[in-house]
């Protein structure tokens, strides 16, 4: 349709105006989900170094720590996440545009500006050409087809880590790297919370945590696999033999994966019956000697009043006091009466 100047005008306001909406939206979403991975990974490794500075600062300031995340319900939370998502597809997802890249805006504002062959101008109708007609049609054969063309598929590997698919001839650069940071960063801040607690590793094992875990397994990341390993081997000891019957392919992993320690009876488990009686008694005792730890440092801000622990603290004057044993004045005077010691005087006169 054209106008009164001659000029072709456009009947489709409502499908142009839908088209860059829906490009907007489009924009929106990926922004939206940029910001979120931004998030997940500030957040993870903001935790992972306050646990690790924590640590080497002291022992027991990294156990609070460890104590808040767990009453928070961290390990849940991730299970959860781990449920919910497929972890295989949110690390190969990216969320990043080339055309709203950083260097992509300063390479278009600078002196040089872009090449304008690589740009092709889809404004324009009469520029459009219809595709090539292929004269022999070649016939498909997923055996010979060729990466390049192919769409593109995520490489995996069983649990002992060997390839269940093709692996490209090119090295991968399309991955979401920040989801590869948090994944990993999540599954260090859950080792650390549960690493040598056996309430908190019987908590993943009501949790059936093993089952969602083993979906790491299956990326060819050696940091994410290694560990979700060391979480399996955390709670193989409290597995029973039926369970480790039917995960040796993961026992064995770990087996060839694990840094093993010099006195390392994961899998023998001496004895188990012990740990898990001992398990409660042993946190409740944790989170005692955590808040004796902050209230003598700590006073103000655990609302103690300043010197109530030198009252309470004298423990061997209170026991004294229960045996009727405490009188210091009359051993002092007892001690008085006493005549001092003199040394025996030798055949000449000296000492």
Not at 295 to 322: C, H, S, T, W
């Given at each position: 349709?054209?106008?009164?100047?001659?000029?072709?005008?456009?009947?489709?306001?409502?499908?142009?105006?839908?088209?860059?909406?829906?490009?907007?939206?489009?924009?929106?979403?990926?922004?939206?989900?940029?910001?979120?991975?931004?998030?997940?990974?500030?957040?993870?490794?903001?935790?992972?170094?306050?646990?690790?500075?924590?640590?080497?600062?002291?022992?027991?300031?990294?156990?609070?720590?460890?104590?808040?995340?767990?009453?928070?319900?961290?390990?849940?939370?991730?299970?959860?996440?781990?449920?919910?998502?497929?972890?295989?597809?949110?690390?190969?997802?990216?969320?990043?545009?080339?055309?709203?890249?950083?260097?992509?805006?300063?390479?278009?504002?600078?002196?040089?500006?872009?090449?304008?062959?690589?740009?092709?101008?889809?404004?324009?109708?009469?520029?459009?050409?219809?595709?090539?007609?292929?004269?022999?049609?070649?016939?498909?054969?997923?055996?010979?087809?060729?990466?390049?063309?192919?769409?593109?598929?995520?490489?995996?590997?069983?649990?002992?880590?060997?390839?269940?698919?093709?692996?490209?001839?090119?090295?991968?650069?399309?991955?979401?790297?920040?989801?590869?940071?948090?994944?990993?960063?999540?599954?260090?801040?859950?080792?650390?919370?549960?690493?040598?607690?056996?309430?908190?590793?019987?908590?993943?094992?009501?949790?059936?945590?093993?089952?969602?875990?083993k979906k790491s397994l299956e990326i060819p990341q050696p940091e994410l696999r290694r560990y979700t390993l060391?979480?399996?081997?955390?709670?193989?000891?409290?597995?029973?033999?039926?369970?480790?019957?039917?995960?040796?392919?993961?026992?064995?992993?770990?087996?060839?994966?694990?840094?093993?320690?010099?006195?390392?009876?994961?899998?023998?488990?001496?004895?188990?019956?012990?740990?898990?009686?001992?398990?409660?008694?042993?946190?409740?005792?944790?989170?005692?000697?955590?808040?004796?730890?902050?209230?003598?440092?700590?006073?103000?801000?655990?609302?103690?009043?300043?010197?109530?622990?030198?009252?309470?603290?004298?423990?061997?004057?209170?026991?004294?006091?229960?045996?009727?044993?405490?009188?210091?004045?009359?051993?002092?005077?007892?001690?008085?009466?006493?005549?001092?010691?003199?040394?025996?005087?030798?055949?000449?006169?000296?000492?």
């Open positions: 349709m054209y106008g009164n100047d001659g000029k072709k005008t456009s009947s489709t306001h409502g499908s142009n105006g839908s088209d860059s909406d829906s490009a907007r939206n489009t924009n929106e979403e990926l922004d939206a989900a940029r910001s979120q991975e931004i998030a997940a990974k500030a957040l993870s490794g903001i935790l992972t170094l306050l646990l690790k500075w924590f640590k080497v600062s002291h022992i027991l300031k990294f156990e609070y720590l460890a104590q808040l995340l767990l009453d928070s319900n961290y390990i849940p939370l991730v299970l959860k996440l781990w449920q919910t998502q497929d972890i295989e597809r949110v690390v190969s997802y990216k969320c990043d545009r080339e055309e709203l890249n950083l260097f992509h805006f300063c390479r278009s504002h600078s002196r040089q500006g872009i090449d304008e062959t690589d740009q092709v101008d889809d404004d324009d109708d009469d520029d459009a050409a219809p595709p090539p007609i292929i004269k022999f049609r070649r016939e498909h054969n997923p055996h010979n087809a060729d990466w390049s063309s192919a769409a593109p598929q995520a490489p995996r590997v069983n649990e002992l880590g060997q390839p269940t698919t093709d692996f490209p001839p090119e090295p991968i650069t399309n991955f979401s790297w920040r989801n590869f940071f948090s994944s990993i960063n999540y599954l260090r801040v859950m080792h650390k919370i549960c690493k040598n607690k056996a309430h908190r590793n019987l908590l993943l094992m009501n949790y059936k945590s093993d089952k969602l875990l060391k979480l399996i081997k955390d709670q193989t000891p409290f597995c029973g033999r039926k369970w480790r019957q039917n995960n040796m392919s993961a026992i064995t992993a770990v087996y060839l994966t694990i840094k093993p320690e010099l006195r390392d009876d994961w899998l023998a488990g001496s004895d188990v019956e012990t740990d898990i009686a001992e398990a409660l008694p042993l946190e409740q005792a944790l989170r005692a000697l955590t808040h004796w730890h902050n209230v003598r440092r700590y006073p103000e801000m655990m609302g103690v009043e300043q010197g109530i622990l030198n009252v309470e603290q004298d423990f061997f004057a209170k026991e004294l006091e229960k045996m009727d044993l405490a009188d210091p004045g009359g051993m002092e005077e007892e001690g008085s009466n006493d005549q001092a010691w003199e040394p025996p005087m030798n055949v000449d006169g000296f000492t």
